[in-house]
């Protein structure tokens, strides 16, 4: 059975600095950050294959954030820089069975449980 377990987060000023870690319990797999703000749809952050090789990030975020495995394949950091109020939203991680990194958040079987990120101007 596969679980994953989130920690971080947090309320932080515009220009603050945040991380969130997921730890996947019962496999490697490719995992993703995605993050879901109040009446807006879930959206794809950023991502990272099993093997560290390839990484992708939306076009919001890139720059200011880096997705990097920790102590191992099972536990992904999301180091996120310069925050903004629009960064402001629940975040999610999750895993895929697929060897590249996918978008689309039908590509991911399971979901940790969420955690708040919120930034104040």
């Known amino acids: 059975q596969v679980q994953l377990q989130e920690s971080g987060g947090g309320s932080v000023q515009a220009g603050g600095t945040l991380s969130l870690s997921c730890t996947v319990y019962g496999g490697m797999y490719t995992m993703g950050w995605f993050r879901q703000a109040p009446g807006r749809e879930r959206e794809f952050v950023a991502g990272m294959t099993w093997s560290g090789a390839t990484r992708d990030y939306a076009d919001s975020v890139k720059g200011r954030f880096t997705i990097s495995r920790h102590n191992g394949p099972n536990t992904v950091l999301l180091q996120m820089n310069s925050l903004k109020p629009e960064d402001t939203a629940i975040y999610y991680c999750?895993?895929?069975?697929?060897?590249?990194?996918?978008?689309?958040?039908?590509?991911?079987?399971?979901w940790g449980q969420g955690t708040q990120v919120s930034v104040s101007s």
């Open positions: 999750a895993v895929s069975d697929l060897e590249s990194v996918a978008r689309d958040v039908y590509e991911y079987r399971h």
